[in-house]
T-cell receptor, first 116, second 113 residues
Framework: GAVVSQHPSRVICKSGTSVKIECRSLDFQATTMFWYRQFPKQSLMLMAT?????????EQGVEKDKFLINHASLTLSTLTVTSAHPEDSSFYIC????????????FGPGTRLTVL | DQQVKQNSPSLSVQEGRISILNCDYTNSMFDYFLWYKKYPAEGPTFLIS?????DKNEDGRFTVFLNKSAKHLSLHIVPSQPGDSAVYFC????????????FGGGTRVLVKP
């Protein structure tokens, strides 16, 4: 149980394009999902908290217009990197919290974004 | 200001021996602590957790110890296996802050056969 998927696993795009990443909880309902970013050899940095049916809460320094988050259902959250630039290249990971056991987050496999 | 720190960036241990990973935190309001294991280009895998009302939690080869007065927790893996080679992250959260996780910097563990 507690499986979280992400799609795509890898994406390469041109500068200026937008990229959408999906995060799904496969066997549980997640009222809350989280989006993280990891730079090489660094820890995971929380970008935003996504709550089903409401606006996402962004961490300080994260541009909400740059990183659009939608959490339309209890099993799906999407992160759209708008007008991507090379500095947005990173490893993006989502996590989901089972509403029945809210203390633990389960992570997706991550998405490697490369912006040329 | 790093609220969760893992001061050892790497650890090398012989197969069969004990691996001890350490983590320190500064925020006394944290009330839940977790350990995750991560392979390169993959998401973290949940290993074990502990509530601040406990001082020990055990699950198979993994035991987490919490010393609240010292604001310190540790993860013991025994016996260590080559498949345990990965980066281990400790994380802390507060219920009142929506259980958002604050991660340490990670410790890379290498288990030698």
């Amino acid at each position: 149980g507690a499986v979280v998927s992400q799609h795509p696993s890898r994406v390469i795009c041109k500068s200026g394009t937008s990229v959408k990443i999906e995060c799904r909880s496969l066997d549980f309902q997640a009222t809350t999902m989280f989006w993280y970013r990891q730079f090489p050899k660094q820890s995971l940095m929380l970008m935003a908290t996504s709550n089903e049916g409401s606006k996402a809460t962004y961490e300080q320094g994260v541009e909400k217009d740059k990183f659009l988050i939608n959490h339309a259902s209890l099993t799906l959250s999407t992160l759209t990197v708008t007008s991507a630039h090379p500095e947005d290249s990173s490893f993006y990971i989502c996590s989901a919290r089972d509403y029945r056991a809210p203390d633990t987050q389960y992570f997706g496999p991550g998405t490697r974004l490369t912006v040329l | 200001d790093q609220q969760v720190k893992q001061n050892s960036p790497s650890l090398s241990v012989q197969e069969g021996r004990i691996s001890i990973l350490n983590c320190d935190y500064t925020n006394s309001m944290f009330d839940y602590f977790l350990w995750y294991k991560k392979y390169p280009a993959e998401g973290p895998t949940f290993l074990i957790s502990i509530s601040s009302i406990k001082d020990k939690n055990e699950d198979g080869r993994f035991t987490v110890f919490l010393n609240k007065s010292a604001k310190h927790l540790s993860l013991h893996i025994v016996p260590s296996q080559p498949g345990d080679s990965a980066v281990y992250f400790c994380a802390a959260s507060r219920k009142a802050a929506g259980n958002k996780l604050t991660f340490g910097g990670g410790t890379r563990v290498l288990v030698k056969p």
